[in-house]
């Protein structure tokens, strides 16, 4: 490389438009998302994309109603010689 060639280099700024960088050649650049390259991705990782978007999109009551209570989790709970229940958990 000519030193015109590199001076030249240090006054552009490098980004995904200048073909002489990579994606990833920057630190601050994040590595392109899988499947944005022509490559193929894993059905699982569709998938949890897919229902990362649903889950994204319900309410929090509706989220709720899919999980478990705190009494489905908890069988038996005794703090400082009391016996706990639900009311005491969050």
Do not use: W
């Given at each position: 490389?000519?030193t ?14 200048n073909?002489?960088?990579?994606p ?8 392109p998302l ?11 990782y569709?998938l ?9 999109a ?20 005794e ?8 009311e005491?958990?969050?």
């Amino acid at each position: 490389m000519t030193t015109q060639q590199q001076q030249e280099q240090q006054q552009q700024p490098p980004n995904s438009n200048n073909p002489q960088h990579e994606p990833g050649d920057r630190p601050d650049m994040p590595p392109p998302l899988p499947g944005t390259d022509g490559r193929p991705v894993r059905a699982s990782y569709q998938l949890q994309l897919k229902v990362q978007a649903l889950l994204t999109a319900m309410t929090d009551e509706e989220k709720s109603a899919l999980g478990h209570s705190v009494t489905d989790l908890i069988a038996d709970c005794e703090f400082a010689g009391t016996t706990c229940t639900s009311e005491y958990v969050n």
